[in-house]
């Protein structure tokens, strides 16, 4: 019974967590390095044609505070949905083996609730374009 706390405890020490620090903190200056060097060492030719606004490389016509379609936002939103709930299938793949059946059953649910939503969403016109 010792053993178990003693493994516990050690298997939750901040000094697991150095390495996650190091490798943030790695990442980050190499980031900011990046980011002062290209600013230091860039070229600083300012032109009437680099300072303009552009979109994907055309040229912006008319107003940009045109009202857009309800259709792209609630397409935005339900990608974004869709996308985070996939995220929960990762823990699920990484114990699938300690979860067994009950975690199977519970995956199946949410797989279920998933495609009932989308089926909801198809139902309803959600992604069709065309009006």
């Known amino acids: 019974m010792y053993f178990l706390d003693a493994a516990i405890n050690e298997a939750s020490t901040s000094a697991n967590y150095f390495p996650i620090g190091l490798q943030l ?3 980050i200056g190499f980031v900011g390095l990046m980011m002062g060097l290209t600013h230091l060492l860039g070229p600083k030719r300012k032109t009437s044609d680099k300072l303009q606004n552009f979109e994907s490389g055309i040229e912006a016509v008319g ?3 045109q009202p857009m379609a309800v259709k792209y936002f609630l397409v935005a939103i339900l990608f974004v949905l869709f996308d985070v709930e996939v995220i929960f299938f990762y823990p699920y793949a990484v114990n699938f083996r300690q979860l067994g059946w009950s975690g199977f059953g519970a995956l199946a649910m949410f797989v ?3 495609l009932a939503g989308f089926y ?3 139902k309803k016109g959600a992604l069709q374009w065309e009006d």
Do not use: D, K, V
């Open 112 to 114: 279920g609730f998933f």
């Open 25 to 27: 903190l790695c990442a």
């Open 120 to 122: 909801y969403i198809i």
């Open 63 to 65: 107003n940009a505070r």
